[in-house]
């Protein structure tokens, strides 16, 4: 092809290069997929010449200097591993000024010039704080099953979590058939229906209880006492923060509707945010942390990582934190209407 010129990428980035050595961690709690972000970030460091340095258990590990340099033997092998292998943490430590300031100076002892941040609003908090005081660039990746976050369509481990949430779904629906119950199963999701809304639509749930949306307990019990067809068992979603209450609460409140019912309730609990990341997330995190990466090392700052329509996108840390991401409120009318 006739004037394109190919520059070998090693020579590309060396004139753009900001920066030597990066530090990457994690922080908050786990999601399937963070370990296939670290192997990116690893991988693409090292290929654009800089070296990485692993921070184990989040902010807490740069309090305490707990530092691993990172090579490519480093990460083989655990795109398909659940967790992270540099483990994570809450940090109260480093909600304080002097905490961060103790932070930084351990950081610039070991030479790390820039960061990046694999978590959740906590996550990127600390690390809109930590650039503003002490002028380390930071870039974030959004890691949390929760899908709450500003700026992406998706965060990594949220298809993983919702596979999980499905198939335990499913297998609680073989008893709940067999005993003719109705089982009302709790998902994570303390400030979002995500997680709730797409479970709920992946098993064919009767009903999703979400914070998002109010007097669904009035809708769901005016629709079973109208409905003409009889159904011998009925599975309910309920999201751990929904405004109506817990699922035990919520259990309670339709029983007195139809005493004539034998209800149970499931709290999945931790086991949505282990196993091993669908592939879906183990994509995403690949390209989440290989954009990142790069987007650091050309001197960006202050900055999150995510997808938008397939599209790797960039936001500010603080749009990511002060604004709202939209519930799909059209899946929960959905759901409504296959349930009639």
Not at 86 to 100: N, Y
Not at 156 to 176: L, Y
Not at 270 to 290: H, K, N
């Amino acid at each position: 092809m006739r004037g394109f010129l190919l520059i070998p990428i090693t020579e590309f980035w060396f004139d753009l290069q900001l920066m030597k050595r990066i530090g990457v961690f994690c922080s908050g709690g786990d999601s399937p997929g963070m370990n296939a972000c670290i192997r990116a970030v690893v991988r693409t460091g090292i290929a654009l010449d800089a070296e990485v340095i692993g921070i184990r258990n989040g902010y807490q590990g740069m309090l305490d200097g707990d530092f691993i340099r990172l090579n490519s033997g480093s990460v083989s092998n655990i795109i398909q591993v659940g967790g992270t292998i540099l483990k994570t943490s809450r940090c109260k430590d480093f909600l304080q000024k002097e905490g961060r300031a103790k932070a930084a100076k351990k950081l610039r002892e070991e030479g790390i010039e820039g960061l990046i941040c694999i978590g959740g609003d906590g996550t990127y908090t600390g690390a809109m704080l930590f650039e503003a005081e002490h002028g380390i660039p930071c870039i974030g990746c959004p890691g949390t099953i929760d899908n709450d976050l500003f700026g992406t369509d998706y965060t990594i481990g949220f298809h993983t979590a919702v596979n999980t949430a499905m198939e335990a779904i499913d297998r609680i629906r073989d008893t709940a058939e067999s005993h003719a119950r109705v089982f009302f199963i709790e998902v994570m999701g303390r400030h979002s229906g995500h997680l709730a809304l797409q479970a709920g639509l992946a098993s064919g749930a009767e009903g999703i209880f979400i914070p998002e949306k109010t007097n669904e307990m009035q809708l769901i019990v005016q629709r079973l006492k109208n409905r003409k067809r009889k159904k011998a068992f009925s599975i309910f979603i309920v999201a751990e923060g929904d405004e109506e209450g817990r699922a035990f609460e919520i259990a309670n409140e339709f029983q007195k509707s139809f005493p004539e019912t034998e209800t149970r309730v499931s709290v999945l609990g931790y086991i949505q945010r282990g196993g091993s990341p669908v592939p879906e997330d183990r994509i995403l995190a690949t390209r989440l942390g290989c954009e990142a990466v790069q987007f650091l090392l050309k001197g960006g700052k202050n900055m999150a990582a995510g997808i938008i329509g397939n599209q790797i996108q960039m936001t500010p840390l603080q749009e990511t934190i002060q604004k709202k991401k939209d519930v799909p409120l059209d899946i929960w009318a959905i759901n409504e209407l296959l349930s009639h």
